[in-house]
Nanobody, 123 residues
Framework: QVQLVESGGGSVQAGGSLRLSCAVSARTARTSAMGWFRQAPGKGREFVASLMWSGGRAYYADSVKGRFTISADNAKNTVYLQMNSLKPEDTAVYYC????????????????WGQGTQVTVSS
């Protein structure tokens, strides 16, 4: 069973930065792509960013482009989400996900999910 463990959430003021980490217990064909999603209170799960372990282009939601960066450390089986210039509207529970379909923006293309980590940005 593949496990994803997230860390790095917390509270920060607007304009601040946080880095989220996601450690993956196993690398298989079903975990070839990694994504970050978020869910704010009363809203649906929203795509944030994705990439492939093998490299290539990363993809971002328009709302975070230029502020967030997704990266992977293959040696540590860990994916990161560096979040800069945070805004109050970035407040949400952030989820790490792994899938085998490719760098999809769709949550249902990811079969494995972490437990989520809370990010709160105050104005």
């Amino acid at each position: 069973q593949v496990q994803l463990v997230e860390s790095g959430g917390g509270s920060v003021q607007a304009g601040g930065s946080l880095r989220l980490s996601c450690a993956v217990s196993a690398r298989t064909a079903r975990t070839s792509a990694m994504g970050w999603f978020r869910q704010a209170p009363g809203k649906g799960r929203e795509f944030v960013a994705s990439l492939m372990w093998s490299g290539g282009r990363a993809y971002y939601a328009d709302s975070v482009k230029g502020r967030f960066t997704i990266s992977a450390d293959n040696a540590k089986n860990t994916v990161y989400l560096q979040m800069n210039s945070l805004k109050p509207e970035d407040t949400a529970v952030y989820y790490c996900a792994a899938g085998g379909v490719g760098v999809s923006r769709r949550a249902h293309d990811y079969g494995y999910w972490g437990q989520g980590t809370q990010v709160t940005v105050s104005s």
